[in-house]
């Protein structure tokens, strides 16, 4: 998909955890306007390289289907500290919230 064909809702469908997803509607709600365009860019930037992965996801998926382990050529490791630290809340949208628009 052409970067420019990217909508908030195609990016959210295109990504594959909810805790991504959640991420996404969180910085599209609490990023300024004037920075919008960029933080968008970024996530379909994600976007994009998750679809473009996608054959080499599913040939993996199904050698391990088959065969019950990685392929050879797939390195593992543990991103666990990655995803708590992409969980948490961005530190610059803190001060945001509960703020309303009264």
Do not use: C, F, Y
């Amino acid at each position: 998909m052409a970067h420019e064909d990217w909508t908030v809702d195609r990016l959210h469908v295109a990504l594959p955890h909810s805790a991504s997803r959640q991420q996404l509607l969180q910085d599209v709600n609490l990023t300024p306007i004037e920075d919008l365009p960029a933080v968008l860019d970024g996530w379909a930037s994600a976007a994009e390289q998750l679809e473009s992965a996608r054959p080499r996801i599913e040939a993996a998926r199904a050698h391990i289907k088959v065969r019950g382990v990685l392929p050879d050529d797939l390195e593992t490791r543990d991103v666990t500290a990655d995803v708590l630290r992409d969980a948490e809340p961005r530190q610059g949208n803190r001060d945001d919230r509960g703020r309303g628009a009264a």
